[in-house]
């Protein structure tokens, strides 16, 4: 547990739910992790990486109906990182390209999560 | 007079058995086809018969080789009539029949050849009668034409070369007369065969009609079916989208209330709160196939489990009907504020009094303002942390509907103002 650490990581949580949110962010902060923002939809999302320094983004595939692949698709083409969060089902949302990244399944699991964002941080972007 | 037109299985043509129809019609035109057949030809055996006598009353003797002729014509005949007994066989009766009418037809020749009288013209002209009434595809009043033309023809020729009177009708009645009735019966029974035919086509064609409406009626419902199979799919993958949303938000639930509870007691009490809360709103929505509901509804169904007397909650204003996303946080937040009240606030006592207004402003997009005001409770004093009850309400309405809460703590009681904006999304 311990070995497992985001100090010093800047990470952008996409998540419609506010208590999903709310809880992602207690957890990663748990780990020492910086939330530098919470957006619930697409637009907050790119606003929030415009102001904001992001290291990783933690991106729900359904956002009220709306699917996260556009945000997905800029950061996959800026080669920024990020980490998918799904249910069953929104998997068919995502492009073929799309479909090898890091995802997990909700509810997630703190530790799986943790170490998600940590392999992603430590392979090179 | 029967306009002329193809009988539809008639046809000499040597198709066979047409392909396609119903067996039973089928059968009902080949037999119909061998009785023509066997009717024409008992009239030619007839006829050669009636010529064959008189040759023998009134030339006796004198000219054997017509005699040979008809004999063996009628033999012909007589064999054709023989072998002509299964319906079935419909290329064989018809071929047997042609070949008989031409041995008759060359008989005659023949014989006229032979004997360089009227007999010739007559009987060929009896044979072509017959031949055309019997086998000739078209309608039963043609063939009726066709006949008497040639029997018309026959009269005059005989008239005009017999020379005794007595010979002119011998051959009249031994000839023309079978003839003629042998055709009227023939054009009788085509008129009852295309009469019949024509039924069972009609019949046919209804049945036809029945089965295309049927088979019509059958792919709509097997199409009925498939859209409601995939409706099905879909609401099945909905539904396991909202449970697996359901449960990381449970989760959610638990390690954030777990997060600010002083004692399991205290967690105990406040999570099975919030999940109560959920899953009363969740039946109130899934009951209107979640479309939504209105605001009085919503503030009854969250805040009246916590109503101590009819008085201590008075609700008032303006309703609004609110989308299932809507409900849910708002729903939430309603629930911490009336939790906070039963705890702490006006709800904790008798003689406190909680009143909730509302109104919608007609702006664009229109706003709902919910005005929350506690008094009479016992006194209190602002919370010395901000958990996550107070982030339900504070921030969960602002972060999903991009609602703004005033939350105040005055002595008095607790005072909140929600003001959300209606019909749009978040932001």
């Given at each position: 547990m311990s070995a497992l650490s985001l100090r010093g990581v800047r990470i952008l949580i996409v998540e419609d739910n506010f208590v999903v949110a709310d809880a992602l962010k207690f957890l990663i902060e748990g780990y020492e992790g910086e939330v530098v923002a919470m957006a619930p939809n697409l637009e907050r999302a790119f606003a929030a990486l415009a102001r904001h320094p992001v290291d990783v983004s933690v991106l729900d595939i359904n956002l009220n109906e709306t699917s996260v692949v556009p945000l997905a698709d800029a950061l996959h083409s800026e080669g920024r990182r990020f980490v998918f969060l799904s249910g069953y089902g929104d998997l068919d949302l995502l492009p073929a390209h799309l479909r090898d990244r890091p995802r997990l399944d909700k509810p997630v699991e703190p530790e799986r999560l943790v170490r998600a964002l940590s392999d992603l941080l430590a392979a090179p972007a | 007079m029967v306009p002329p037109r193809k009988a539809p299985t008639l046809s000499t043509s040597g198709t066979g058995t047409p392909r396609g129809g119903p067996p039973d019609l089928i059968d009902e035109a080949n037999r119909l086809l061998l009785d023509r057949i066997r009717?024409?030809?008992?009239?030619?055996?007839?006829?050669?018969?009636?010529?064959?006598?008189?040759?023998?009353?009134?030339?006796?003797?004198?000219?054997?080789?017509?005699?040979?002729?008809?004999?063996?014509?009628?033999?012909?005949?007589?064999?054709?009539?023989?072998?002509?007994?299964?319906?079935?066989?419909?290329?064989?009766?018809?071929?047997?029949?042609?070949?008989?009418?031409?041995?008759?037809?060359?008989?005659?020749?023949?014989?006229?050849?032979?004997?360089?009288?009227?007999?010739?013209?007559?009987?060929?002209?009896?044979?072509?009668?017959?031949?055309?009434?019997?086998?000739?595809?078209?309608?039963?009043?043609?063939?009726?034409?066709?006949?008497?033309?040639?029997?018309?023809?026959?009269?005059?020729?005989?008239?005009?070369?017999?020379?005794?009177?007595?010979?002119?009708?011998?051959?009249?009645?031994?000839?023309?007369?079978?003839?003629?009735?042998?055709?009227?019966?023939?054009?009788?029974?085509?008129?009852?065969?295309?009469?019949?035919?024509?039924?069972?086509?009609?019949?046919?064609?209804?049945?036809?009609?029945?089965?295309?409406?049927?088979?019509?009626?059958?792919?709509?419902?097997?199409?009925?079916?498939?859209?409601?199979?995939?409706?099905?799919?879909?609401?099945?993958?909905?539904?396991?989208?909202?449970?697996?949303?359901?449960?990381?938000?449970?989760?959610?639930?638990?390690?954030?209330?777990?997060?600010?509870?002083?004692?399991?007691?205290?967690?105990s009490?406040?999570?099975?709160?919030?999940?109560?809360?959920?899953?009363?709103?969740?039946?109130?929505?899934?009951?209107?196939?979640?479309e939504g509901l209105q605001l009085g509804e919503l503030i009854e169904l969250?805040?009246?489990?916590?109503?101590?007397?009819?008085?201590?909650?008075?609700?008032?204003?303006?309703?609004?009907?609110?989308?299932?996303?809507?409900?849910?946080?708002?729903?939430?937040a309603l629930h911490e504020l009336a939790t906070n009240a039963a705890k702490y606030g006006a709800l904790s006592t008798k003689a406190g009094r909680l009143a909730i207004s509302s109104q919608v402003e007609a702006s664009d997009p229109p706003r709902l303002r919910i005005c929350w005001t506690e008094r009479d409770g016992p006194p209190i004093g602002a919370p010395t942390q901000r958990g996550f009850g107070m982030r339900l309400i504070e921030e969960a309405l602002a972060y999903e509907a991009g609602g703004r809460v005033g939350l105040q703590f005055a002595r008095q009681g607790v005072r909140s103002e929600i003001e959300i904006p209606l019909r749009t999304g978040s932001g």
């Amino acid at each position: 547990m311990s070995a497992l650490s985001l100090r010093g990581v800047r990470i952008l949580i996409v998540e419609d739910n506010f208590v999903v949110a709310d809880a992602l962010k207690f957890l990663i902060e748990g780990y020492e992790g910086e939330v530098v923002a919470m957006a619930p939809n697409l637009e907050r999302a790119f606003a929030a990486l415009a102001r904001h320094p992001v290291d990783v983004s933690v991106l729900d595939i359904n956002l009220n109906e709306t699917s996260v692949v556009p945000l997905a698709d800029a950061l996959h083409s800026e080669g920024r990182r990020f980490v998918f969060l799904s249910g069953y089902g929104d998997l068919d949302l995502l492009p073929a390209h799309l479909r090898d990244r890091p995802r997990l399944d909700k509810p997630v699991e703190p530790e799986r999560l943790v170490r998600a964002l940590s392999d992603l941080l430590a392979a090179p972007a | 007079m029967v306009p002329p037109r193809k009988a539809p299985t008639l046809s000499t043509s040597g198709t066979g058995t047409p392909r396609g129809g119903p067996p039973d019609l089928i059968d009902e035109a080949n037999r119909l086809l061998l009785d023509r057949i066997r009717l024409g030809l008992w009239l030619v055996l007839a006829g050669v018969a009636a010529v064959f006598v008189g040759e023998l009353a009134l030339n006796h003797g004198t000219r054997p080789w017509i005699s040979i002729y008809q004999a063996a014509n009628w033999v012909i005949g007589a064999l054709a009539l023989a072998v002509l007994h299964t319906p079935a066989r419909r290329q064989f009766n018809l071929a047997v029949a042609f070949v008989t009418m031409l041995v008759t037809v060359a008989a005659t020749g023949a014989v006229g050849v032979a004997a360089l009288d009227a007999t010739t013209p007559v009987v060929l002209m009896v044979g072509l009668a017959l031949t055309s009434s019997m086998l000739v595809p078209c309608g039963p009043g043609w063939q009726l034409g066709v006949v008497l033309w040639v029997i018309a023809v026959a009269i005059w020729t005989v008239a005009s070369i017999v020379p005794s009177p007595r010979l002119f009708w011998l051959q009249y009645v031994g000839t023309i007369v079978p003839t003629l009735a042998g055709t009227v019966v023939i054009a009788y029974a085509l008129q009852r065969q295309r009469q019949a035919l024509d039924d069972a086509e009609r019949e046919r064609r209804a049945r036809e009609r029945g089965l295309r409406d049927a088979n019509r009626r059958l792919e709509e419902e097997i199409d009925q079916h498939r859209r409601t199979e995939e409706t099905l799919r879909f609401a099945m993958r909905e539904l396991d989208h909202r449970v697996k949303n359901t449960l990381a938000t449970v989760q959610s639930v638990a390690d954030q209330t777990l997060r600010g509870a002083q004692s399991l007691e205290d967690f105990s009490h406040a999570f099975r709160g919030r999940i109560q809360a959920m899953a009363r709103i969740h039946s109130a929505l899934a009951g209107r196939r979640w479309e939504g509901l209105q605001l009085g509804e919503l503030i009854e169904l969250v805040v009246g489990p916590y109503r101590n007397d009819r008085d201590s909650v008075s609700i008032d204003g303006e309703g609004a009907f609110l989308s299932s996303d809507l409900v849910r946080v708002l729903g939430m937040a309603l629930h911490e504020l009336a939790t906070n009240a039963a705890k702490y606030g006006a709800l904790s006592t008798k003689a406190g009094r909680l009143a909730i207004s509302s109104q919608v402003e007609a702006s664009d997009p229109p706003r709902l303002r919910i005005c929350w005001t506690e008094r009479d409770g016992p006194p209190i004093g602002a919370p010395t942390q901000r958990g996550f009850g107070m982030r339900l309400i504070e921030e969960a309405l602002a972060y999903e509907a991009g609602g703004r809460v005033g939350l105040q703590f005055a002595r008095q009681g607790v005072r909140s103002e929600i003001e959300i904006p209606l019909r749009t999304g978040s932001g």
